[in-house]
């Protein structure tokens, strides 16, 4: 029912969803460690109940969702699913003890996040998640996180999203949109102040 569903919008042109999306948080290892068959073979479940949304972000698994998503994505047609990322975040390569999200993230990339909400971020960001998910297109493009509930007070958001608007990270996720690189952008935030915010001031 899923899939018929999807496809009758599908003709319709524009973007379209399942009923039920895959949010592949998990995929990236979240609060413990899953092998990549049993991440392969969950994907291939959700795909067989006809669950055609995927969505990811790098901080998932530190880049391991994407890469995962490959895997499974890479036989695909790419018309036939709707994929979304994020950005607000660079991975960069760390020490043991300096990785993001020990205790939360399992058997991952040493990795540890920088928030970058500028133009050249948001770019280099998009330039690594298409090299990870091995994709040429994604669409849909969410700017991550810019709420009190990841940077710790509403002063702190507040500094990260006039970063998003002043340094040109909107008009990146703007520029990459004209190109056809992504579909549709939006906000992966947990507060609706903060999507109320970003729907007064840019093209969501």
């Known amino acids: 029912m899923l899939r018929k569903r999807y496809w009758d919008r599908h003709k319709k042109g524009g973007l379209c969803f399942t009923e039920i999306g895959f949010g592949s948080a998990p995929l990236g290892n979240l609060y413990k460690s899953i092998s990549d068959d049993d991440a392969h073979a969950t994907l291939g479940l959700a ?9 990811t972000a790098p901080l998932y698994g530190l880049g ?10 890479r036989g695909k047609p790419r018309d036939k699913y709707t994929l979304s990322t994020k ?6 390569p760390c020490g043991p003890t300096e990785r993001t999200g020990i205790g939360k ?3 991952v990339p040493q990795r540890q996040e920088h928030y970058d909400y ?3 971020g948001i770019m280099r960001s ?3 998640s298409l090299e990870r998910l091995g994709v040429s297109r994604i669409d849909i493009l969410y700017v991550h996180d810019l709420c009190v509930f990841t940077h710790g007070s509403t002063q702190e958001s507040d500094v990260r999203i006039a970063e998003f608007f002043d340094k040109k990270g909107y008009d990146a996720m703007l520029s990459l949109r004209d190109q056809n ?3 549709a952008i939006g906000g992966g935030i947990n507060e609706w102040e903060v999507c109320q915010t970003l729907a007064e001031r840019g093209d969501f």
């Open 105 to 107: 993230w399992f058997d």
């Open 118 to 120: 500028s133009y050249d």
């Open 47 to 55: 795909w067989d109940s006809g669950v055609r949304y995927f969505d």
């Open 64 to 73: 391991l969702s994407e890469t995962r998503l490959n895997r499974f994505l």
């Open 181 to 183: 690189v992504v579909s």
């Open 126 to 128: 998009v330039e690594f």
């Open 87 to 92: 950005v607000g975040r660079l991975m960069q």
